[in-house]
Every structure is written in C-alpha cells, then in structure tokens.
C-alpha cells in the first residue's frame, strides 16, 4: 500500500475527470480515450483498436480476457499508463519535432527539460568535469544547466562538485566554450543558468564580469 501511495499522482486526477464523461470521474471509455489522444495529445493517427489495447494493457489479466465485453480505463489504469513509457510511445514520433504547443506563457507554466552536476561526466566523488557534459546537455534540448561556483586560484571562479575529489573547471571556459556557442544550437527558447553559488564577493564580481564579457 505504501509503494502504490507514494507512485500516486493525484494533479492527474484532474486530467481523469476531465477525459471521463459517461462514467464521470470513474472511467474513461475507449472512445473518450481515443479522444483525448487524439485532440489533446495531438495523436492523430491513433486507431479505437489502439485504445482498445491501451485499456487491454492496463486492466485486463490474461484470464480475465474472454470475460470482458466492455473496456473501460479506470483511474488506477489511467494513472499507470500515464507513469509509464508507453504513453511517450503512442504519439508520432514527428511530432516530437514540431513545437505546437503556446509557448507566450509565463516561463513557470512549463515544465522545463534540466541537468544535474551538468558537469560531472561520471560519480559525484571521483569523476572528471568536464565542458562536454555542458555541450551534449545543450545539444540535447536541456534548458537548465547547472554551475557549482567556487573560488578559483588566481581570483578565478571554479566549477567542481564542492568538497569532493572531482577535478575542476574554469567558469569562464564553461561560458566561453560551452554556453555561449551551445545554448541556442539545438532551440531558441532561453537557457537557465542555475548558479550554485560558493564563491567570496571578490570572485562574486568576477563572475559578473566574465557573464557580461562572455554572454553579453
């Protein structure tokens, strides 16, 4: 019961109630289904027969196959087919190309694609740094990447996993070699530095400077 408490989603809920219309809040019907595939997720190619075995997926047990004649997508189902990978794989693949969806909101309305220790390329004790785990996150769409900011030798920030033995970066070759060229490669949609900020006043200023000299 706790394992299945703490896989609970319940800002989905929402969702459910709003796709189930003949059983309202209850279940959703493979039509209801297909509808919400089709017009929200923007799946237009996907079949009823395709909803039908969605429904099948999550509800039905092999043994209970010959004894259904009705489907219907309970909250549980629902809920699971959201959490899982399938419901990335029903929609075109092409349309993961294509930005359709209103992008004038308020940047908190979006869930944003973001990089952890973006330069760790290994463990967070040992591992090397490195200006290519900025680049391969860049280039593969992320919008937040992460810089732990350290006072550097010669009044120079460092990037490094603080108190570690990882092995350290300067943060204007981060910025000069990495984001500057890489941000807006792969999307034109605004890049967040998240700053993890260790670093004395002295090197504080010195980071501003390299951002206005570097970005601009």
Same mark, same amino acid.
């Given at each position: 019961?706790?394992?299945?408490?703490?896989?609970?989603?319940?800002?989905?809920?929402?969702?459910?109630?709003?796709?189930?219309?003949?059983?309202?809040?209850?279940?959703?019907?493979?039509?209801?289904?297909?509808?919400?595939?089709?017009?929200?997720?923007?799946?237009?190619?996907? #079949?009823?027969?395709?909803?039908?075995?969605?429904?099948?997926?999550?509800?039905?047990?092999?043994?209970?196959?010959?004894?259904?004649?009705?489907?219907?997508?309970?909250?549980?189902?629902?809920?699971?087919?959201?959490?899982?990978?399938?419901?990335?794989?029903?929609?075109?693949?092409?349309?993961?190309?294509?930005?359709?969806?209103?992008?004038?909101?308020?940047?908190?309305?979006?869930?944003?694609?973001?990089?952890?220790?973006?330069?760790?390329?290994?463990?967070?004790?040992?591992?090397?740094?490195?200006?290519?785990?900025?680049?391969?996150?860049?280039?593969?769409?992320?919008?937040?990447?992460?810089?732990?900011?350290?006072?550097?030798?010669?009044?120079?920030?460092?990037?490094?996993?603080?108190? #570690?033995?990882?092995?350290?970066?300067?943060?204007?070759?981060?910025?000069?070699?990495?984001?500057?060229?890489?941000?807006?490669?792969?999307?034109?949609?605004?890049?967040?530095?998240?700053?993890?900020?260790?670093?004395?006043?002295?090197?504080?200023?010195?980071?501003?400077?390299?951002?206005?000299?570097?970005?601009?």
């Amino acid at each position: 019961k706790f394992y299945h408490r703490v896989l609970s989603r319940p800002m989905l809920f929402d969702v459910f109630e709003s796709i189930s219309k003949k059983y309202k809040g209850l279940a959703i019907t493979s039509l209801e289904l297909h509808k919400f595939l089709a017009e929200v997720q923007k799946n237009e190619s996907i #079949t009823l027969e395709e909803c039908d075995n969605i429904i099948k997926d999550y509800e039905i047990k092999d043994t209970e196959k010959m004894e259904i004649k009705h489907l219907y997508l309970s909250w549980k189902g629902f809920q699971h087919f959201c959490m899982s990978s399938s419901l990335f794989h029903v929609r075109k693949s092409e349309m993961e190309q294509i930005v359709y969806q209103d992008m004038t909101r308020p940047l908190c309305d979006y869930f944003i694609n973001t990089s952890h220790n973006t330069y760790l390329i290994g463990n967070q004790i040992t591992s090397d740094s490195s200006i290519d785990g900025y680049i391969r996150a860049l280039t593969g769409g992320c919008r937040c990447v992460e810089l732990d900011c350290w006072d550097g030798p010669d009044g120079d920030p460092i990037i490094y996993h603080g108190w #570690t033995l990882t092995s350290k970066l300067l943060l204007k070759d981060v910025l000069m070699d990495a984001i500057k060229p890489y941000s807006f490669l792969k999307s034109p949609y605004p890049v967040i530095l998240s700053i993890e900020n260790h670093c004395s006043p002295e090197q504080q200023d010195r980071m501003a400077e390299h951002m206005i000299n570097i970005l601009g």
